[in-house]
């Protein structure tokens, strides 16, 4: 039976999905995707598959999922619009566009962008929580500036890995790794002043950047030095970095497909 393949783009705020893939007895945004797939398609024979998994609480500026069908779309403008009519409000569907068979959403060559959120030295007004992570202690940005590059490059990143095997490939290349401010997200509600950590590489481990970043903040705190971070990139380092940071300042901000 003939199958027809669809690349949809969407967008999302993470904070009250626990993460993208499903999972029993918990609301997440793959279950409500499809819910509403399910629901516009009449009952239809479709599959949905994403191009990565995001953690619970982490938003999306820029997703992708493919849809396999059946039956061709007809009118591709008519259901994105019925499709985002339907969908949870912190949840929007971008663009759809047709793809061949040959198109493999999870092995295709890819770079991904995340950025993370931050701000230091004050109480927040609580409308912040879903995208920005307030730390209350005072940061030295600049110190975390020069350690933010040491990232850049190939590094032996086994200390940013969430629970590593024995087995796991650690010696990966991040193209872009800066600590600078943020001029994107605004809003009258928040602080003078906040941070975008941007990383951009091919592919990311298990909390690799929340990794990074609660590295920052405590090389900012000054609870790590730079030789620490650096000592922790060397081949077969086995210093272990402890803090994760929080998942709601995350955001997968662009997914480029080559």
Same mark, same amino acid.
């Given at each position: 039976?003939?199958?027809?393949?669809?690349?949809?783009?969407?967008?999302?705020?993470?904070?009250?999905?626990?993460?993208?893939?499903?999972?029993?007895?918990?609301?997440?945004?793959?279950?409500?995707?499809?819910?509403?797939?399910?629901?516009?398609?009449?009952?239809?024979?479709?599959?949905?598959?994403?191009?990565?998994?995001?953690?619970?609480?982490?938003?999306?500026?820029?997703?992708?999922?493919?849809?396999?069908?059946? %039956?061709?779309?007809?009118?591709?403008?008519?259901?994105?619009?019925?499709?985002?009519?339907?969908?949870?409000?912190?949840?929007?569907?971008?663009?759809?566009?047709?793809?061949?068979?040959?198109?493999?959403?999870?092995?295709?060559?890819?770079?991904?962008?995340?950025?993370?959120?931050?701000?230091?030295?004050?109480?927040?007004?609580?409308?912040?929580?879903?995208?920005?992570?307030?730390?209350?202690?005072?940061?030295?940005?600049?110190?975390?500036? %020069?350690?933010?590059?040491?990232?850049?490059?190939?590094? !032996?990143?086994?200390? !940013?890995?969430?629970?590593?095997?024995?087995?796991?490939?650690?010696?990966?290349?991040?193209?872009?790794? %800066?600590?600078?401010?943020?001029?994107?997200?605004?809003?009258?509600?928040?602080?003078?002043?906040?941070?975008?950590?941007?990383?951009?590489?091919?592919?990311?481990?298990?909390?690799?950047?929340?990794?990074?970043?609660?590295?920052?903040?405590?090389?900012?705190?000054?609870?790590?030095?730079?030789?620490?971070?650096?000592?922790?990139?060397?081949?077969?380092?086995?210093?272990?970095?402890?803090?994760?940071?929080?998942?709601?300042?995350?955001?997968?901000?662009?997914?480029?497909?080559?």
């Amino acid at each position: 039976m003939k199958k027809y393949f669809y690349l949809i783009n969407i967008q999302y705020l993470g904070y009250r999905f626990h993460g993208w893939q499903k999972q029993p007895n918990v609301k997440t945004l793959h279950l409500m995707v499809d819910r509403t797939l399910n629901f516009i398609l009449e009952g239809k024979y479709f599959k949905s598959l994403s191009s990565g998994r995001t953690d619970a609480m982490v938003s999306a500026e820029c997703a992708f999922f493919e849809l396999f069908l059946r %039956e061709p779309i007809e009118d591709e403008a008519a259901f994105l619009e019925l499709f985002n009519t339907n969908l949870p409000q912190d949840i929007r569907a971008l663009s759809i566009k047709e793809v061949d068979a040959e198109f493999n959403i999870i092995n295709s060559s890819k770079i991904k962008e995340y950025l993370y959120l931050f701000t230091y030295g004050e109480k927040c007004h609580p409308f912040c929580a879903p995208i920005m992570t307030t730390i209350l202690d005072d940061l030295d940005i600049e110190l975390m500036k %020069e350690g933010a590059k040491l990232f850049e490059g190939e590094n !032996y990143l086994k200390s !940013y890995c969430y629970k590593p095997t024995d087995n796991g490939i650690y010696t990966r290349t991040i193209l872009t790794c %800066e600590l600078i401010e943020n001029t994107i997200y605004k809003a009258n509600y928040f602080p003078k002043q906040s941070f975008l950590l941007r990383v951009a590489g091919k592919g990311f481990m298990r909390n690799q950047i929340r990794l990074m970043m609660g590295t920052l903040i405590d090389l900012g705190k000054g609870k790590l030095t730079i030789k620490d971070i650096q000592d922790s990139l060397v081949p077969d380092s086995n210093i272990k970095m402890n803090y994760i940071a929080p998942a709601s300042g995350l955001i997968l901000n662009k997914i480029d497909f080559h």
